[in-house]
């Protein structure tokens, strides 16, 4: 049984705007209103978000690899993203593991990876977390509580995000300066080429600046301070919220 709101691999990573490597033997063919995204993805991810949004940064370089034919590749940088509290990357992790889709079929190791996606309730992510665990036998369920636990270790929002935080944190306090004293700041991939600098080299002034970053935080970490917590060891509250078909 395959969920119906269980999307494709293809589909997540071509909902990305960032995203690339070498000639590949095969790689995935877009559908026809998937081409020019696409073709963005292909694009050299931007080097300064690494800086302030590793998640980011790296589901761009899966989403990179994936439509250049490196699956493998793809799922190692969706990896590093989901370590840095990315949603998107751990339910592009869960759908790939649930549905075979370019990985091993396991499901109770994508159901796993769905639940760590949807711990904010986010809406986007809920409902595929609930359709497949509506979809798993009893001893799935029990195989995915062990994955679950594991996981959590490494990329729940709890070690995660907190980490993502600092990070950005760190980074955006390396600008504030010019956003306090009017200053002009250039980021790699972050700040757009001046048409005046014969080098074509771009700055952005840290106010201009300083409110893109907030806004990226922002959109990256929504619903992180509004979590509901209910159990320590088992994927409940959703066994309550959503009760298993029979």
Not at 40 to 57: H, V
Not at 84 to 109: C, E, T, V
Request: charged share 20%; aromatic share 14%; proline share 7%.
């Amino acid at each position: 049984m395959k969920p119906s709101n269980l999307l494709s691999l293809s589909l997540i990573l071509a909902s990305t705007f960032f995203a690339g490597a070498a000639v590949a033997r095969d790689r995935p063919q877009p559908l026809p209103d998937q081409q020019d995204v696409v073709a963005k993805s292909l694009l050299p991810c931007p080097g300064g978000l690494e800086r302030f949004l590793p998640g980011d940064y790296y589901f761009c370089s899966a989403a990179r690899n994936y439509w250049r034919g490196y699956p493998g590749m793809a799922r190692e940088s969706l990896k590093d993203a989901a370590a840095w509290a990315s949603k998107p990357a751990q339910y592009a992790l869960g759908i790939m593991y649930f549905n075979g889709d370019h990985a091993d079929r396991n499901r109770p190791l994508g159901l796993a990876w769905l639940a760590l996606a949807a711990e904010r309730h986010d809406p986007n992510y809920e409902p595929a977390f609930i359709s497949a665990y509506k979809a798993v036998t009893p001893d799935e369920l029990r195989q995915a509580n062990a994955y679950w636990v594991q996981l959590k270790a490494k990329y729940a929002d709890d070690i995660a995000a907190k980490r993502a935080e600092h990070r950005f944190d760190r980074a955006y306090r390396e600008i504030a300066w010019a956003m306090n004293f009017g200053g002009s700041v250039f980021i790699d991939g972050l700040t757009m080429p001046d048409s005046f600098n014969p080098n074509g080299i771009g700055h952005q002034s840290g106010f201009s600046l300083a409110r893109f970053l907030q806004a990226q935080r922002s959109s990256y970490f929504q619903g992180y301070n509004s979590r509901v917590f209910v159990g320590e060891e088992q994927l409940v509250p959703i066994s309550q919220v959503a009760p298993r078909a029979d």
